[in-house]
């Protein structure tokens, strides 16, 4: 607010206008920004550039296959050159029906405003019902401009199945179960490509030196899986540029290879695009056949990265991308393979590197180290993407997340969990030495996060796009028609690698569910154990201590209520300081939360209190960046919610106002914008209304029965600003609640151990929220308490 004397007219004015903005509906503001991604498809030049780049993000890992596949489904070499037609055909088939029809033209559409993955899924699930198990959202929270919902017809078959869906817990905790197995095979799939991918373009190596040893393979290959995951902290902003050149060299030479390869070995591999072939293939083969199909899955692995890896690129460019270079490309290589393959069927074991011409042997294998490099970078920046997720929705331990760029929000680095999908890489890689293997362990993880993506899209389009049942059926039909037979084949290779992805996905989703459970009653012992808003009130402005100068943020799970910690701080304590806030940092099921959104802020109780409640909401891709002042932007949400206040106490109706104070409540949705020298409060200011159970009244009028001392009656905005500058003047210390847990004598055996080993163990390793927040150590005062369940 600008300062010095104004005269009353132009008072008047601005404050009418800032009156008739504060009442005017936000949906033009908040459709204009909901719409920023989708307003990117109406420039066709920005459309093609994106489709280029996206090749080098999303398409590396399907793109990289082609090295593998073949081998895989023949580990014991070929016997009949139909078997490679038929093999040849349900590659085709499985490339049309799930990456192209499944994932391009129906998956990607279910993008949570570009943002893709599993999570994804789940966040939009969460938004359009009441399934999220920590129950900690408030309708104030639906108001952001990224927060999209619909609404239904009770009658509707949409309605019905929401409330089947939101009747009973365990339906509740049977899709976060679903969501944390495809979240933890994804992860295992993010070991598992640059494995394969890596050990696939080092075997180059060994087809020009035939007496090599397969041990400088693995050693290669290492070696490149150390470099890759040690550059890991320094982002991919200045070598990124280089991904979509690589990958679509990559993609023109594997199709133009491939085209070569059909006119000059064989030709009559083109029958292969009739299905036909497809059951004299497994009618033929029977249970070998059967088992193959472990091998022919592994041609459209990737599809789900291509999903996860969506990031901010457009439904419309990633589609064009896929259609025009990556489909046909992949198409050309396969079958320029199988022609090879049929006139040669002694190599299949190494059919890509042996069909490429002697003239560009070299060249290509540098290019297909590079393409595997770039294909292993994405699935690596995808699983940091996924933990960063899984962290946000209160489903992993907190880690330290490192923002590797200032011009794009989704790359990220997590060291701890970088360092552990190394050592596991290479103990997979030197473990095995077998691609076939390792081929089975990829396929396992890919194939079960398939499934699990079809059964999200069923409420997905019920829910969030009210399809007809008819066409759910169609499309879940299709999807397991495909992916159950993949599955099936992939169970009897469980003995010969697929048991690794299993392990990994096991160890991952006991960590995520404890965390969650955890995480889960800690937020129910919080709500149970509140204090009485009607207690704190009885106790007076001085609440029955000594108010020493000075701010306190007291840290709480809880939007809403005065947590338990409080009143064990000020019944132990002697004194409180002379300002207090609640201060609650909540994530929601959106991706991001605008910084203008960021913070809610509140009075609690009369104004001579100098009580607060400040809930500072996050998206599950915001960072908590080291150069962000926490402390610093909620003294700034604090002070422009009291200037605020006392510009609606100033130019409303006293009456009016009074019986306003007496049944609602404030809560100042802030944005501060500075204007040269002056702080300039814009009418994009939200206000919203909490429910009235929550027990905490506003400050009242004049006329109310509350004591209040003449010199508080007369306190101006400016009083109160210098009252608040003062106490942070005078020192800010923040208070967190240090809760253990601990499971009861009379639990069972399996719950002993969950509370009081696992997750005890994950509280003790995981970073604190004063670090994450970069809390000063000096200005930190840890309540401890301990809570049975």
């Known amino acids: 607010m600008a300062s010095g004397p104004v005269n009353e007219e132009t008072n008047k004015g601005s404050m009418w206008e800032l009156d008739q903005n504060l009442d005017q509906p936000m949906d033009e503001e908040a459709g204009r920004l909901r719409n920023m991604y989708r307003e990117k498809k109406f420039s066709s030049i920005l459309v093609m550039r994106l489709a280029f780049q996206s090749l080098g993000v999303v398409f590396g890992d399907l793109g990289t296959s082609p090295l593998y596949v073949f081998y895989n489904t023949f580990p014991h070499g070929v016997e009949d050159a139909e078997d490679i037609i038929g093999a040849l055909s349900l590659i085709i088939y499985s490339l049309t029906l799930i990456p192209l029809l499944k994932y391009v033209f129906v998956v990607l559409r279910a993008n949570d405003n570009g943002q893709g993955g599993t999570f994804a899924l789940y966040s939009l699930l969460c938004r359009h019902a009441k399934v999220n198990t920590i129950p900690n959202q408030h309708r104030t929270d639906e108001q952001l401009t990224t927060y999209s919902r619909q609404t239904y017809d009770e009658n509707s078959l949409s309605g019905k199945f929401k409330r089947w869906l939101e009747s009973h817990a365990y339906k509740k905790n049977a899709l976060l179960i679903l969501v944390l197995v495809g979240t933890c095979m994804a992860i295992g799939d993010g ?214 760029s200032r011009k794009f929000l989704g790359q990220i680095y997590i060291p701890d969990i970088n360092w552990v999908l190394m050592i596991l890489c290479i103990a997979v890689t030197a473990g095995f030495k077998n691609q076939s293997q390792i081929g089975n362990a990829y396929g396992t993880a890919v194939v079960i996060v398939m499934v699990v993506t079809t059964f999200l899209m069923i409420p997905i389009m019920l829910l969030v796009w009210r399809s007809h049942w008819i066409l759910v059926a169609i499309f879940t039909a299709l999807s397991l028609l495909v992916e159950v037979p993949y599955l099936s084949a992939v ?134 960046k080291k150069d962000d002042d926490f402390e610093k932007m909620l003294f700034d949400s604090l002070s422009l919610h009291v200037r605020l206040e006392s510009m609606m106490e100033g130019y409303s109706d006293s009456e009016e106002y009074s019986l306003f104070g007496q049944h609602m409540e404030k809560s100042i949705d802030l944005t501060s914008t500075e204007n040269g020298n002056e702080n300039t409060i814009y009418s994009n200011v939200d206000l919203s209304y909490a429910s009235s159970c929550d027990l905490i009244q506003p400050a009242q009028s004049q006329g109310s029965s509350l004591v209040r001392s003449s010199g508080q009656t007369s306190q101006t905005t400016g009083t109160e600003l210098e009252f608040l500058n003062r106490c942070k003047e005078a020192g800010v210390v923040h208070i967190l609640g240090n809760t253990i847990v601990r499971a009861r004598r009379e639990s069972g055996f399996a719950k002993k151990i969950a509370v009081d080993y696992i997750y005890a163990f994950l509280r003790r390793i995981c970073r604190e929220n004063s670090v994450i927040f970069n809390v000063p150590h000096e200005s930190l005062l840890n309540v401890g308490q301990i809570f049975y369940i």
Not at 251 to 269: C, E, H, M, Q, R
Not at 335 to 359: E, K, L, M, W
């Open 491 to 624: 169970l009897f290779k469980i003995g010969q690698g697929g048991w690794v992805p299993l392990v990994i996905a096991a160890a991952f989703l006991i960590i995520m569910y404890v965390w969650h459970y955890g995480t889960v009653k800690r937020y129910e012992f919080e709500m149970h154990s509140k204090v009485s808003m009607a207690w704190i009130l009885g106790l007076g402005p001085s609440l029955g201590l000594v108010r020493v100068p000075g701010i306190g943020f007291v840290y709480t799970e809880l939007a809403s209520g005065v947590p338990h910690i409080f009143s064990h701080f000020i019944t132990n304590l002697p004194a409180i300081h002379s300002v207090v806030v609640f201060v609650c940092v909540k994530y929601l099921p959106v991706y991001t939360v605008p910084i203008e959104e960021r913070f809610l802020v509140k009075r609690i109780g009369p104004k001579n209190f100098h009580m607060f409640r400040c809930v500072a909401r996050y998206g599950y891709k915001d960072l908590h």
């Open 191 to 404: 070991i598992l490509t640059p494995v394969i991918s890596v050990l696939s373009a080092s075997g180059g190596i060994k087809v020009d030196h035939p007496k090599m040893s397969n041990d400088v393979v693995v050693l290669v290959a290492v070696v490149i899986l150390v470099g890759l995951f040690s550059m890991q902290h320094y982002g991919t902003d200045k070598v990124g540029w280089l991904f979509a050149p690589i990958v679509l060299l990559w993609f023109l030479l594997i199709g133009v290879i491939g085209a070569l390869n059909i006119w000059k070995y064989d030709s009559s591999v083109l029958k292969a695009f009739s299905p036909v072939y497809i059951y004299r293939y497994l009618r033929r083969g029977k249970r070998d056949s059967w088992v193959s199909l472990g091998g022919i899955l592994l041609s459209i692995t990737g599809t789900e990265a291509l999903f996860a890896d969506l990031c901010h690129f457009p439904v419309l460019a990633v589609q064009i991308a896929f259609t025009t270079i990556v489909f046909p490309c992949l198409l050309l290589a396969y079958t320029g393979q199988a022609a090879y393959i049929i006139c040669n069927p002694g190599h299949v074991s190494d059919a890509f590197y042996r069909s490429i011409p002697d003239g560009i042997y070299w060249p290509m294998f540098i290019i297909a180290t590079a393409a595997a490099i770039v294909s292993s970078q994405a699935t690596i920046s995808a699983t940091f993407s996924i933990i960063k997720q899984a962290l946000a929705l209160g489903c992993f331990p907190r880690v330290k997340v490192v923002h590797t």
